[in-house]
């Protein structure tokens, strides 16, 4: 029987064929019903990084495809994928990593690089935000998230998922305003009509990757508020550790409120609808001195302090590690890490530095 999906609905369905679940998900759910033929219908997975969905990072492919295979086959020709890479990273060399170009030639639809891409300023709940032309033009969005952990904000999904919706400039700035309340700010300008969450392997710790966990399930929704909700509460977050679902409830994006959602199995699971406890990032955490940095850099330094713990030298660390924007122009004692350190005592250059040199550069510190 098909069913019409409404805002307080959440679909699960189990398995490992990530194009034939979506599929299935999307014959039952019907999307496109009351959806004009002629309807610009953008995809933004997430492809934060240039790392194979296997690693943890990333969109799988083959969920973007069902999603396109879907559509086509409805009668939709006007599609496109959207994406804009973290600061550091080029959004370029993540469709060709993560297997977009490939895909992109098998459905014929074009890929936008929206680290190129002009912007607009707008404005959400009294902030303005600047968002890029090619996502305000859409007449329909759908968001293909990962279900991962992030090293800042606890989590990352659907509302976070949008980050990739503005220019590398504002990304910036979003981490000097302290990410929630923009997070949510951002979803009251661009506004999602579906939500399919990648929960086949995504990285309960890091935003970046390398720690896959095997989740074997898509969740489908229409209210991003709720969708993140449901993955706190599967990741063991209450709605008040992640700050930035409060406040895009708060804003009217939508509601939190899991008693009144009506779930949706579409079929057994395989056995892991219980997440595993996310690995403890305190010991870790408590080296850094954390000032607005970006996301890209807080990761890099996160996994080369998870690399130390590994070799038995994170014991040598017995300085702060100082890391963000707001340590630009500043001269300070301590440990630097990235660019806008240089005022440090010892500094390590790099927009960002990747984990490899972070390592390289604390291990042979003098005592």
């Not at 709720?226 to 209450?238: I, Q, W, Y």
């Not at 100082?322 to 300070?332: A, L």
Request: charged share 25%; with cysteine.
């Amino acid at each position: 029987m098909v069913t019409r999906m409404d805002k307080q609905d959440l679909f699960v369905i189990y398995g490992r064929d990530a194009r034939r679940m979506t599929l299935d998900l999307l014959e039952q759910i019907r999307p496109e019903v009351g959806l004009a033929k002629t309807a610009r219908i953008g995809i933004k997975p997430n492809l934060v990084v240039a790392k194979p969905a296997e690693t943890g990072a990333t969109t799988h492919p083959e969920l973007v495809a069902g999603i396109l295979a879907y559509f086509q086959g409805k009668g939709f020709d006007n599609l496109v994928i959207l994406e804009g890479s973290w600061v550091g990273d080029q959004t370029s060399r993540a469709f060709r990593t993560c297997g977009y170009e490939d895909l992109a030639r098998r459905f014929r639809v074009p890929l936008i690089d929206l680290q190129r891409d002009t912007d607009r300023m707008c404005s959400g709940d009294g902030m303005q935000i600047a968002v890029c032309e090619q996502v305000l033009q859409l007449d329909y969005l759908v968001n293909v998230p990962v279900l991962k952990g992030h090293c800042q904000t606890g989590m990352t999904c659907a509302l976070k998922n949008l980050k990739g919706c503005i220019p590398n400039r504002e990304k910036r700035r979003f981490h000097s305003l302290g990410l929630h309340r923009p997070i949510a700010a951002l979803n009251a300008i661009v506004r999602q009509d579906l939500i399919l969450v990648d929960g086949l392997c995504g990285d309960l710790n890091f935003e970046e990757g390398g720690h896959p966990v095997a989740m074997n399930r898509i969740i489908a929704a229409r209210d991003p508020v709720l969708a993140d909700s449901f993955v706190a509460s599967l990741m063991g977050f209450s709605n008040d550790e992640i700050e930035y679902i409060g406040f895009a409830e708060a804003m009217g994006v939508g509601s939190a409120d899991l008693s009144r959602a009506r779930i949706t199995a579409l079929n057994d699971d395989l056995g892991t609808s219980k997440l595993p406890k996310i690995r403890s990032l305190g010991t870790l955490t408590r080296l850094i001195a954390d000032l607005d940095a970006c996301s890209a850099c807080y990761g890099s330094l996160v996994h080369a302090l998870e690399r130390l713990r590994e070799h038995g030298t994170l014991g040598t660390i017995r300085q702060p590690l100082r890391i963000g924007q707001r340590y630009k122009g500043q001269s300070c004692d301590g440990i630097g890490i990235g660019s806008c350190t240089a005022g440090c005592a010892r500094h390590l250059p790099g927009c960002p530095p990747d984990a490899r040199s972070i390592v390289r550069f604390l291990e042979n510190l003098p005592d």
